[in-house]
Every structure is written in structure tokens, then in C-alpha cells.
T-cell receptor
């Protein structure tokens, strides 16, 4: 079984631009959650999607959004990028919830 | 005060030693995860538990719901165990979600 795939692996953007990150979960998994990791704040929950519905959202501004498609693939979008958005963005999938999470390798976003 | 506290923050051990990493939390939870992160970013889920004890190879995880405390033990530690170990909890907000609250991690270095 293929693991969780995140693309792209690295991304460099400038302030004010927008970015879209992609996450393909393990086949059959319906839950996809997104997390941000920075040296200062550590790991923080962004949002979770289950069967195309956003089930939970973390404490991030509205510039951060996401969606999930019928094949469970998920995208997250960050608009009007700020320097502080530089981080490793990780997604994880599970069959439902209260199951073991499988993480992707992450997308390293640098905002210049 | 963080909702999830880990100790110690840093740990250096000699190969073969028994290692314990502790996690205390202050919120109601539905499950607790132990995660391992190697340099380069990849996160692997080691355990997800809501009660009792789980064992996998040289790793043992325990949780005491009444005391809001969990421990991760590594027996016969090896240099390949060197990584950051992260405790995370599913906030018990009544819904089944993967909205995780993370500890700040324990950096473990096992010297040969």
C-alpha cells in the first residue's frame, strides 16, 4: 500500500503570494488532517476533513483554507503569504478517527 | 501553561540503557499518541492508546487516565532510536476527531 503522499516537497514563495499544497492519503482512508510545524510554535493543528466535510479547524486565520475531494485527496491553500507562514506543513490520514495516524513527509514552505 | 507537557526536553543515553519519557496533560482526552520524528521531518506514529499499556518490540507505552499521565519506555536503547519523541492528545471535545494538541517533544540522543 502506498503511503501518504504530499506534494510538493519544497516550495519557495514571496510575501503576498498564495500557495496550494496537496495530500493524497492512504487508499481507503477517509480522514485527512493538516498540521503546521515551526521551530517557535512546534506542531499545531490546522484542520481535519472527513468524507469531504471539514470536521474541525484550528486557531489559524482565514487565510488558511482547505478542501477534500471525493477520492479523499486534500488540498490546503494559504493566501496572502506572510513571513511567519514559513513552516513544515504535514498531513496525516487515518481510516476514521481514533485510529493510528499515518503522516506524509511534509511540504517545507519558505516565504521570502 | 501548555495543555500537554513533556519531560525531559532533552535526554542523552548510552546504548543499552532503559529510557523513560513522560507526558502530562491537563485536558480531557479521548486518546493519546506517541510520535517519533527523525531529522528531515518524517513523523511516524508509534502508539495510540486510550487506556492501559501497549508494547511493540522494545517500545512500551502506558497511560493513566485518572492521573492524566503517560510514559513511553524504550528498553535496550540503540543509536537508531535517536529522534524527537512527541506526545499528542485528541482533545476530548465530544467528537471523534484527529484535532491533536501536541507536546513540545523530547530530543533523545543515544550514544554508542
Amino acid at each position: 500500500k502506498a503511503g501518504v503522499t504530499q506534494t510538493p516537497r519544497y516550495l519557495i514563495k514571496t510575501r503576498g503570494q498564495q500557495v496550494t499544497l496537496s495530500c493524497s492519503p492512504i487508499s481507503g482512508h477517509r480522514s485527512v488532517s493538516w498540521y503546521q510545524q515551526t521551530p517557535g510554535q512546534g506542531l499545531q493543528f490546522l484542520f481535519e476533513y472527513f468524507s469531504e466535510t471539514q470536521r474541525n479547524k484550528g486557531n489559524f486565520p482565514g487565510r488558511f483554507s482547505g478542501r477534500q475531494f471525493s477520492n479523499s485527496r486534500s488540498e490546503m491553500n494559504v493566501s496572502t503569504l506572510e513571513l511567519g507562514d514559513s513552516a513544515l506543513y504535514l498531513c496525516a490520514s487515518s481510516g476514521t478517527t481514533h485510529e493510528k495516524l499515518f503522516f506524509g513527509s511534509g511540504t517545507q514552505l519558505s516565504v521570502l | 501553561k501548555n495543555e500537554v507537557e513533556q519531560s525531559p526536553q532533552n535526554l542523552t543515553a548510552q546504548e543499552g540503557e532503559f529510557i523513560t519519557i513522560n507526558c502530562s496533560y491537563s485536558v480531557g482526552i479521548s486518546a493519546l499518541h506517541w510520535l517519533q520524528q527523525h531529522p528531515g521531518g518524517g513523523i511516524v506514529s508509534l502508539f495510540m492508546l486510550s487506556s492501559g499499556k501497549k508494547k511493540h518490540g522494545r517500545l512500551i507505552a502506558t497511560i493513566n487516565i485518572q492521573e492524566k499521565h503517560s510514559s513511553l519506555h524504550i528498553t535496550a536503547s540503540h543509536p537508531r532510536d535517536s529522534a524527537v519523541y512527541i506526545c499528542a492528545v485528541n482533545g476530548g471535545d465530544g467528537g471523534a476527531t484527529n484535532k491533536l494538541i501536541f507536546g513540545t517533544g523530547t530530543l533523545l540522543a543515544v550514544q554508542p
